[in-house]
């Protein structure tokens, strides 16, 4: 299951070639593979977290009595807000302190979110809560790379990188067959319960039970062994000690990274494009999957989930097997393997995610849905390589979270975007499936064009990197 290692090795390798890194002796392998299992298991809460809260979009929407376009904002906006502001600096912190620390935390204060949103007295009160989901976990991607790439030899991480994925495999997979599951088991209850003495609707009793994940799973990340920076000494540094007030704020805030990326805009603008349009869809679809099974084909959460759950499961675990192998095999041909991979993978999610509204019966869609989730599968290990190859080192972390951001960013808008179509353009709302149809034409083939755009500027930037022994 490896992934694009020429990429990937060549990034460890570029940080052992730095002045001091050399004679750094490895940590032991026993504590790097006891850190991927903790980062997996937090990033499967995250996400499973992400998928349950979707799967309940029906049930939010009939108790507060809400619009498409309303539950869209809930689905995605909603959470990126906070992030929007705190995000990238949060992400800082991966580069200044000990990683398992800013990844416990990020983790504990997610679940304590979660489990505040079930008993949330109002729609606003739900809001609230969502709006901090996102900055939470910002650092949970950047911090997680950070420390697996100093964790592990060069020859390990294309493996590590590809079980990575597992916490979102698990996370969106069993988050549809148990979700769906808890969600039926709540509905024998009555309409209004009792949470610790508070009243609150049945299904807000699932955000409690995934928020206490929240916090095992940031007890665990505080047993895990901080690895040693692979980097020059100070190389953590933004900027000079002397350096005034506000230059530091700057700094902090993500302007140098900002500035590294522009500086290289030919090929970062590409990419950049592509990931955020590509997930204005991508990560809008799947918000909009309960609702858009249920209104057209009459399915209830579930038998939606035990389908849908499993089919992903399969997909999803195929996806970053066939994905690594068609990856290494294109690395072997192509310095731009890793965009160029992911350019062709980007064109098959096009045409699958376009049919699976489609579809004349649930079943069909379903099976559309997972077979473009496979395909997105297959091509995120070579576009996070990509970047990883690229990235300045001392501004890993900040470049990663600032990719990441306008993934998240975009993602978050595009359960808005969906469901905005749906209220104003479709404007009948049991036929959602529309919205998700008109959304995927506009934005998918767009993200394609971008990353085939790509590949040129991506392969000189390789060859520059490689001159320079990098």
């Not at 249920?294 to 970053?320: D, P």
Request: overall charge positive; aromatic content about 12%; proline content about 5%.
């Amino acid at each position: 299951m490896a992934i694009a290692p020429t990429a990937t090795e060549m990034v460890v390798e570029a940080q052992n070639a730095q002045p001091g890194s050399s004679a750094q002796p490895w940590p032991p392998e026993g504590a790097g593979w006891f850190a991927l299992a903790a980062i997996v298991f937090a990033t499967f809460v995250t996400f499973f977290d992400q998928t349950v809260f979707a799967m309940l979009a029906e049930r939010i929407k009939g108790s507060f009595g809400i619009s498409d376009s309303t539950l869209g904002f809930l689905l995605g906006p909603a959470s990126v807000i906070a992030y929007v502001i705190v995000g990238i600096p949060l992400a800082r912190l991966v580069d200044i302190y000990a990683r398992k620390y800013v990844l416990a935390a990020g983790i504990a204060v997610l679940g304590l979110i979660m489990a505040l949103g079930g008993i949330a007295q109002n729609f606003g009160q739900l809001i609230g809560t969502r709006l901090f989901v996102g900055a939470s976990s910002s650092a949970n991607g950047p911090g997680s790379y950070s420390l697996l790439v100093d964790a592990f030899r060069p020859m390990r991480i294309p493996l590590v990188f590809a079980l990575l994925q597992l916490g979102y495999i698990g996370g969106s997979s069993l988050g549809n067959i148990i979700g769906g599951q808890m969600i039926a088991w709540t509905a024998t209850m009555p309409e209004t319960i009792s949470i610790l003495g508070i009243p609150a609707f049945n299904w807000q009793l699932v955000l409690v039970i995934i928020g206490s994940l929240g916090l095992v799973a940031g007890g665990i990340l505080l047993l895990v062994r901080e690895p040693p920076r692979r980097s020059p000494a100070g190389a953590h540094k933004l900027v000079a000690e002397d350096t005034g007030f506000g230059r530091k704020v700057a700094a902090f805030m993500g302007w140098d990274a900002a500035v590294a990326i522009w500086q290289r805009k030919q090929v970062f603008v590409p990419l950049f494009a592509a990931l955020a349009l590509s997930a204005v869809e991508s990560q809008g679809l799947p918000a909009w999957r309960v609702p858009f099974i249920a209104r057209t084909y009459g399915w209830n959460e579930a038998e939606i989930g035990g389908l849908l759950g499993t089919l992903l499961l399969v997909s999803m675990l195929a996806g970053i097997f066939v994905g690594g192998l068609f990856v290494t095999w294109m690395g072997k041909r192509y310095k731009d393997a890793n965009i160029r991979a992911t350019a062709i993978i980007f064109a098959c999610t096009t045409v699958t995610t376009i049919s699976a509204p489609l579809m004349p019966t649930g079943e069909l869609a379903i099976g559309a849905m997972a077979l473009g989730t496979f395909f997105g599968l297959a091509g995120a290990p070579a576009q996070n390589a990509a970047i990883q190859r690229i990235a300045p080192n001392e501004k890993r972390g900040q470049v990663s979270a600032l990719y990441l951001f306008m993934f998240t960013f975009f993602g978050a808008m595009g359960s808005f975007v969906i469901g905005w179509v749906s209220t104003y353009i479709v404007v009948d709302e049991s036929q959602v499936w529309k919205a998700i149809l008109i959304t995927a034409v506009i934005f998918l083939p767009t993200a394609t064009f971008f990353m085939f755009r790509g590949i040129r500027p991506y392969r000189e930037e390789v060859e520059r990197l490689e001159k320079l022994g990098l």
